[in-house]
Structures are given as structure tokens and as C-alpha cells.
DNA sequence: CATGAATGAGTTTTCATTCAT
DNA sequence: CATGAATGAAAACTCATTCAT
């Protein structure tokens, strides 16, 4: 369906996939133009459409692969904790990991809004719909108190993590550390004791 | 809108500066282009330049406006409460109602990033900063327990608000009681009781 | 035939033609929009409309106002001396002055082509000719040796003085003296003493 | 001029760069549009960009590629005489020439004022002065009389010089007898003696 | 006399995309 | 695989000019 599975040449697709996700994240999607991207990574504009078929498909991929890197980053966190508010800490953890540190990809999730490639609108919605279900599921493990709206906390949860990369500073608190900040509000709302130490 | 056979209307500039509010918010900004503008005012676009000089001081008026439409809601809400976690939660209550339900405004301000229009960040920037100064003074007042990180705990709240335009649906629930469940978490966290009863 | 004639105005009218003397001699002709004019004169544009028809039409009324100036000064100056040598060099000095120290009307003569504004060039080119037409008859008064070509020496005096924008320096040396010194080659082609002493 | 049928002519630069030259000396900078320059070379306006990144690099070219020619050229005539009149002599018609008969690109040095497009003002006049100086050098090697200003000397032949183009016509005298003409009175004042001949 | 507002054609420049070679 | 060259539409913005009031 997108241009990620046929065409892979040795090196310059991983290297114009990269490029365009951290241009992507930083500049914007419309911001960002096919010979800023042939500039970074020293192709011919010409030549990207060798490796991909538009921009929008370009959008695309690079969504595919920061939603996966996401959820298999989240997953492995997850798999390391069996009780659900560890497992669900671990899970943000990784998130905002992915988010604030590692590549570009998945800042790309966040930043662009499907809306900005109205033809792949629905793709991209259904690649975070993809990702919030699962989520979903680490939250959804958790206790709240019944008169409590657990869809809003967890999109109230959601919105606080994505909103991270418009605050984090580098050298300030880390990650893990952030994850258990988030997560103790709620942690007091159902009434367990929050996690003890941290990095 | 209601500009269709009239020739001389006076007062151009609202109309110009809430269609670009609401296309900045709808579409973003780069995604606007100064003929959508002219379309949707029934303008020429040379028409335009007569009102403002460029397309950032569009963008710089439109800011100003959304933040001080939001200052001044949540001035007024939160005058009308003396403790401080009610006073908190009207403030987030007219916050949310700012940016979901009244004009665009107050959503460019949270959606567009200063770095879009490089050459006036500093000044968007500094206009975010006016409002979160604002938000931080209410937060301030409300006591969390000491081993919390308060700042981190302000920016999620913060995070969480500005993300509701995402998953916000108009028929759900109501304003009020989505800037109760958000603070519901913080309250539980400092020993509080939540408040009773809302729309 | 111009708009110099018949609408006079106490006081704006000299000012915009002041400005737009300015102005062209400086930037030139096309790189002077109507609205610079405005904006240094203080009307909007649409008043310069009340005083002239056209940007053409006010090029023109300079230029007339330009050579008007010229032959002005170069009359007066000439008519102080009988002496073709000594009314020929006090022709080039008046003129050097209208150029280098006077308003920016002369200036405007001869920076600014009759091409520039082609549906005028003829008007314009016609001035020019009439400040040429007046120099001519103070040079041939003068003797020049029969196998030298008088007309070629006319106009390679009119150059060299008409040249003098380009690297004349305020604090230089005086415009008499340059006069002095563009005649002296003349002056010993002629087998003419040179004048005596000056400022 | 010849590419009315092929569709891919290689060396599309060279036309472009003679369109240039050609419409900036005559209409001058600001007169000429890049539609202007597209519609003489069979270009769209977009493929221009391809060549040359703006319409003031455009100029520089066009500036650079006269300043050379004009060197060259006057520096292989000077290299046919050894004697400073005769050399200045050849070095004057060689300048006429390049200004007169050859190519636009001369041209565009000496009516289009570095202050024209004021981003490259800087590098614009650098080119001119390198020009100069090099005349500078022919020219002090005749010897003047003390009394006289060389300084004034050289900056009126160069005037006399580039004020040719204003009246020159093609059937009239040729370019060495005005070579012949500009440096008759100059000898005359150095108690020199004309050469003789003609073409 | 003058202005505030507008027009419409123009400016330079950029963009995603194409395609012969 | 890749490039050099191009396209055509669109971008932001400017201009001389007009005109109701």
C-alpha cells in the first residue's frame, strides 16, 4: 500500500526516510519541501521519486514507521512489568522515551496532524488509532474509582506525554522520572501508594 | 459570510482577522495561503496588504488576540472563585471553553508553533509565556504534596488542556465537567475532596 | 500640456515634486513606487492624484522643472562673462553645481533616460535636446582646430560632466575648479592660455 | 533565437545569460522582469530558477561577465603598443568598442549603478572599481602637466567615454577616430603631438 | 482636497512533480 | 538508478491607479 515494503535500494531510502522525519518533526510537514529533502540527503529532487511515489506518501511512511517504533518500544517496556500501574508506567515511559529522544519518527506522529494530507487523512488517523488502542489496553488494566471518567484520564494522560516535546529541556529531569510524575496523580486518585525510587 | 453585494463595508479587518483565526486553526499555517484568505473574506488578495503588511503579522495579530481572549476568560472565571482549587478549576473550565468552543482564536494559539513563522517567534513565544504565567499563578496557589514535582505536574495539566481539541467530540461531555475530571487526579493527589456536582 | 501648469496647490505640490525629484535621482524611475512618494510627502496616495495624472506625467513635470533649472543657472552664469572661453567655463561650472550641489532635479535629467517611460520618451527626450541645443551654442563659440571634430568634443565634455554624480565627493575639490579642469584640455587643443586663478 | 523547435537544447545558460545583458542595458534593471528575460529565451519563468538563483545574482553574472570582457579586451589591445599615448589610445578604443559595438554585457556595467539592487551593491561596485583601476594604470603612464588634476583628467575621459552610448550611431564615425577624438585634447595639454592616420 | 479602501495585473520566487537521457 | 532540466501552478507580495465618500 505505501512505497515502505517494495523498493528498498541498499542505503539512500532508510537515509531519505530519516531525513524526512526529522524534517518533518522540526519544520512541519508543509514547512518542509522535496528539495529541502533531496538537500539533506544529497539526492537530485528527481531521484526521491525513484524511492517514493509523493509527499503525502512519503507522510506516510514516515507515520508507519514512527508508530511502529513506538508501540515496539512500548511493548518491550510493557513486557518487563506484570502489575498494571508498573506495566502502564513502563509503557509512558517508553513512550515519552520515543518521543523526547530517539528519532524523529515518532515526533512526526504528534507534531502532524492528519488533517495536512487530506488524501491520506484517514491512513494517518487509523496509524495513531493504531497506537492509542493499545494504550488503551495498558489503561484500561488500571483501577480507577467508578465516578471517575476513565476516557478522559487516559486522553488527559495522552495529551500530557505528547505535550512534552513542547517543554522538555534536555538536561533536565529524565525520562523515567517524568513518567512517574505523570503517573502519580492518578496513582493517588485509585489510591495506591506510588513506585518507589527512581533513576 | 454576509458580505455578498454590498460594495463599501467598513471594517474589514475582523472579518479578515477571523477567517485567518479560523483557517490558521483549521488548516495550520503554512496550509493557509493569503488567497484562501481573500476568498473567504470576499476579498482581492492585494486587498489584504492594505489591512496588514505581511502574512506573520497576520499570524502575530491573530496570537495576540487569542491570548487575550483566553486571558480575559479565564480572568473572569477565576475572579469568581476565592479557593484556590475552585479557582483552578474555573480558570481550566474557561480555558477549555476558549480553545473548544469559542472562536478560533485561542486554538491557533495552541496550535501554531512560534517556529513556523521563524521571523516572529520571539514574539509568539512571548505571548504563550503571558498566558502560561497567568495559568502558573492559579496553579501555584494549589498545594501539592512536597515529593510531587509541581512544575512537571502544571505542564501536564497544561498538556492535557491543550490537547483536547484533538479528541474533543461537541455533543460529549460538557466543558465543565472535563475540566473537573482533569483536575479530579491532582485534587486525589493532595488530599482533597473532589468538588460536588456540575452540568 | 503638463500637470506643472495649471493646478497649484499653496503647498503640496512642490513638496511631492521636491519628493519625487528626490527620489528618482536617487533610486530611479522605476524603483520609486507612488506610495515611497506618498509616504515622504505625507499624503496618501490617492492625494498625488489630485496633483499629477500619472507617474509618467510627474517624471515628466520634473524633468521640465530639471532642465528649467539648468538652463536657469547655466543663462545667469554665462551672462556674466563676454569671453567664449570664460562664458563657456562658467556654462560648465553652473551646470556642475545644478548637478552635484543643487536640488535633485538636474540630477534627475541625467540619470533617468527618456526610455525609462517610454510613452513620454519623445517629451522628454525633446528637454533634453533643449538644454543640449543651449551648451551647443556657448561651445561653438569657442575655436577648436579645424581637423579636430568639434561635435565629438562637445559631447565628450557634456559626458565628463555628466559623469561627475558618479564619483563627486563633497568635500572634493570645488565645482569651479573642476570646471577649470575639464576645459584645460580644450583650452591647449585650442592653443588658449588657461584662466587664471580661482576658489 | 534558434530554439523554436527542439525541446532539449543543453546550454540554456548562455542564452540567458545574453537575454539578461541584453534587456537590463536596455531597458535597465528594474524595467526588466524575469518574465521579460523568460518569454526572450523560451523559458517559463520557474525554469529560470534552475540557472540562477534570483534576479540579482542574475545582474552579478551579467556584471562579472561584462567587467571581463571589457578587461580582456582592452588589455589585448594595450598589449599591441608600447608607447603610454598610443597604448592609452588603443586601450580607449577598445573600451568604445566593448561598450559600443560588442555584445550587451558592457553596457550593463555602465548603466546599471551597483545602488540598483542594494543586496549586492557592495560586490557590484568592486567589479566596477577593478575595471577602473586597471584603466588608472594606462593612464598614469602619459605624463600631464603638474598644474593639471589627473585625477579629474582620468574620471572626464572616463565620463566622455561612457556617455557614448547616449549618442552614438552606428553609421558615424568609427570607434578609433572617437578614440582618436577623446585623447586629441590630452595630448594637446601634455605638448604632445597627435598621431596620425585613421582608419 | 483628501482619504480609506480597493482592484487587477504585475512582481519575484517556490513548489511538487515529470521525464528524456 | 539517477540526473539535469523543465513545467505549470501557486506562493507572498507590490504596483499604479481608481473612486465613493
Redesign the interface.
Known amino acids: 500500500m505505501t512505497a515502505s515494503s517494495a523498493k528498498r535500494q541498499p542505503n539512500r531510502w532508510p537515509a531519505l526516510l530519516d531525513a524526512a522525519a526529522a524534517q518533518f518533526a522540526?519544520?512541519?510537514y508543509?514547512?518542509t519541501s522535496m528539495r529541502d529533502l533531496a538537500a539533506a540527503t544529497a539526492m537530485t529532487p528527481g531521484a526521491i521519486y525513484f524511492h517514493v511515489a509523493s509527499k503525502q506518501a512519503l507522510l506516510l511512511a514516515v507515520y508507519e514507521e514512527g508508530v511502529q517504533r513506538i508501540l515496539d518500544r512500548v511493548e518491550a517496556a510493557a513486557a518487563t512489568a506484570r502489575e498494571p500501574w508498573a506495566r502502564l508506567e513502563k509503557a509512558i515511559a517508553a513512550h515519552l522515551a520515543a518521543v523526547l529522544d530517539a528519532g524523529a519518527y515518532a515526533r512526526v506522529v504528534i507534531r502532524i496532524?492528519p488533517?495536512?494530507a487530506p488524501e491520506i487523512a484517514a491512513e494517518l488517523k487509523q496509524l495513531r488509532d493504531r497506537y492509542e488502542a493499545r494504550f488503551a489496553r495498558y489503561f484500561a488494566a488500571i483501577a480507577l474509582p467508578r465516578e471517575?471518567?476513565a476516557a478522559?484520564?487516559r486522553?488527559?494522560?495522552?495529551?500530557?506525554?505528547?505535550?512534552?516535546p513542547?517543554?522538555y529541556k534536555d538536561g533536565g529531569?529524565s525520562v523515567p522520572?517524568?513518567a512517574r510524575?505523570?503517573l502519580?496523580?492518578?496513582r493517588?486518585?485509585a489510591g495506591a501508594k506510588?513506585a518507589r525510587g527512581a533513576k
Open positions: 522540526e519544520r512541519g508543509h514547512a496532524l488533517h495536512d471517575r471518567d478522559v484520564a486522553l488527559a494522560l495522552l495529551g500530557a506525554m505528547n505535550w512534552t513542547v517543554w529531569k522520572a517524568i510524575e505523570l502519580a496523580p492518578l493517588a486518585l506510588p
